[in-house]
Structure formats: structure tokens, C-alpha cells
């Protein structure tokens, strides 16, 4: 029960798991639904063919029992026939009250015989019936005596020795029988009646226990799932991620800008302003690593990448495009001179010291080319802008690093 409960509640996280695995997670929750499913509808099948067979058994021993008692019903029933004949023709000395007809309307009169036989292995009650195929025997000895002698003699009045065969206390001694037999068929009758509903009872509570498991499993089933689709997204969205921004500073990367080309370039446009494009390129860099080490050289990356950050707008785009180049796209500027006093302030930033945490400081610089676009019907991309920008950016180190540089319309 612990492990139900724990899956149902949800199924923790593996270690080494990854949001990566949520396709074999679906395949293993497939599998484990399948599984489930499989051993509940089993289950499901057989009690309810279990339940079924002892159903129909109790319905069939319900039914013989209204058979026996219908038998016993109709076998007295002839009996009384039998009697009341005889006491009218006594009567009325009427030989046609004698008829067999009129005692017995079936083709085969009810018997003790087949009596005992339809109740079977039931040994009370045979034993209790024993004396009744003997005396019914004597009974109807008697009464076909009776029957002969009666017409024989026509409409005489029957002498009391024509009765005499005719032994009355057997029919009381048969009735008894007949009686205490009938109560306890309809005491079994009760007992089988009750243990039927209660069968009945039962299989509808399986049911109902085999419903509830279902709806159970269903409910796991639906919360993995839903786990499962939550992973789903989540890898989604770190594959976009990863994907689109560089790993170490968590900036954009040169396919974010790519993808984002044409949103950045038709907002300046429609905004009749210009758009700025920045490359940047850290100087004296590849001495923090050969000095410090690429740990080393990984804090001045992304120290100089949180610096940056803090000098721009939020409409504004800042990426690495790899090792120590990074590009800033500054949206929707009213004139160069905006762009120049950012790339003043980005010259002036990555020049203050970085402390390392090996105990150094690293000092570096930047070099940075300015491109500007979109003034009037300009049909510049982001490609050119950023050769442009990359052309100033070589002209800015040419003339002794740590400043900036802007390209002329033709891109010089």
C-alpha cells in the first residue's frame, strides 16, 4: 500500500534524472498504464465470473426449491382430491364423483416418488418423506378398489365395508408429512433467497472496489502524466534556452539575434528612429587566462557581461557571440551621439579593475565599433550592420584599444 500511495501521490524525481528524459518517462508511464490496466480488467473478468457462477448457482438452487415446494403444493393437492372424492361419493353414492379425471388433470399424477427424487441428496428431507411412496401406494390401492366396486353396484348406497379399503388416516399421516416437509423447503427457500442478495451484494461491492482501483489508477495515471507533460515543457524550454543564450553569462547568443533580425530592425523603422549595433571585444583578455587560468577567465566573462548589462534600457540587446565578443543592439536611438556616449561608457566600465577570487585583480579593456542603420528607407541587415560594426571595431584597436570607433556610411 505504501508504494500505491506513493505513486499516486507522485513518483519523485531519479537522481540523474533530467527534464531531458520526459519522452522515456511517457513510454514508462504507457507501459505502467497498460500494465495496470491489464491486471485490473483481469481481476475485473474473474471476480466477475466467479461471482456470476455462484449467482447462477444460487438462482438455480433458489428456483429448485420453488419447484420442490410447488411439487409438494401440487402432490397434496391430490391428495386432497383423493379424500374429497371419496367423502362425496359416500355422500351422494354417485360413482361419477370417483372420476380420475376430476381428481387428477395432468397426464402424470404427482407421485411421492418423484417427490424424493426431485429433492435429491438433501438426506433430512428424504429421510422424511421415506414413509410417503408407501403409503401413497396403499392410498391409491384403495381408492381404485373403491372405484371398481362402485360400479359395480351403480347407485346403491355403498355399504361402510366399500370404504374400508380406503384408509383415511394414511391421507392425515401423508398431509403431516407433506406439511413439515413444505416448512422447511420454504425455511431453505428463506435461507437461499437471503445468501442470493447477499451474493448479489457482494459482486456489486467488487464492482464497485474494482471501480474505485480504476478510477485510482486513472488518477495516477493522469498526475504522472501531467508530471510528465510539466518535464515535457520544462526541457522545452531549457533546450530553448540553451539553445538561444549563452550558457556561461546567460546573454543572448548570435542565433537569438538571427531569429529576432527582423523584430529588431522593423521597430526602429517604424519608429522613424535609428537603431545602433555595438561589437565588442575585450582587450587583453588571453592575459587574464594565460595568467589566472580559464576559471579565472570565465569571472572577468561574466563580470564584464553584468556590467554591461547595468548601462543599458530594457528595450535594448545584449549577446556573446563567443570567447570575448560580445554585441549590444540599442533600439529606437534619436542620433549616433546615443550610441557613442553608451560605447564611452562600456570602454569605461571594462576598464575599473575585477577582483578574482584566486586573490588577483584582472585588468582589462574594450575595443568597441558602432554601426548605425535604418535612417530613411535603409535596406541594411543585421549581417551588415555588424561587419560595419566589426570594421570600426578592428579601426578602434588599430589606434591603441580601450576606445570606440564608429563606421561611416560606406562601412569604413
Sequence with gaps: MAAVRAWLLGTPQLQGETNGSAFAGFKRVLRKGVLIFALIITVLFALIFYQYQRSEEAVRSVEHTRQVIAYIDSLRTYLLNLDTAVRKYAESHDPDYLDPSLICRQSRCPSAGQLIALIGTDGAQAARLAPLPELQSALEAGFDALQQRAHENGNATPPERELGGFDKSAIEQIHRILIEAGREELNQ??????????????SSALLGIAGLWTGLALFGLYRETVRLIGAGIDAEQTIRQLSLHDPLTGLANRRFMQQNEKHLLAGARRSGKQLAVLAIDLDDFKAVNDQYGHA??????MKSAERMQQLLRESDVIARFGGDEFVIVLGQVDHAAAAREVASRVVECLCQPIPLAEGGIARIGASVGIAMCCTGTGKETLDDLLKKADTALYAAKREGKNTFREADASGV
Design 296 to 301: 579565472a577567465g570565465d569571472a572577468v566573462i
Design 189 to 202: 427457500l428463506e435461507t437461499r433467497e437471503t445468501a442470493r442478495i447477499h451474493l448479489q451484494s457482494l
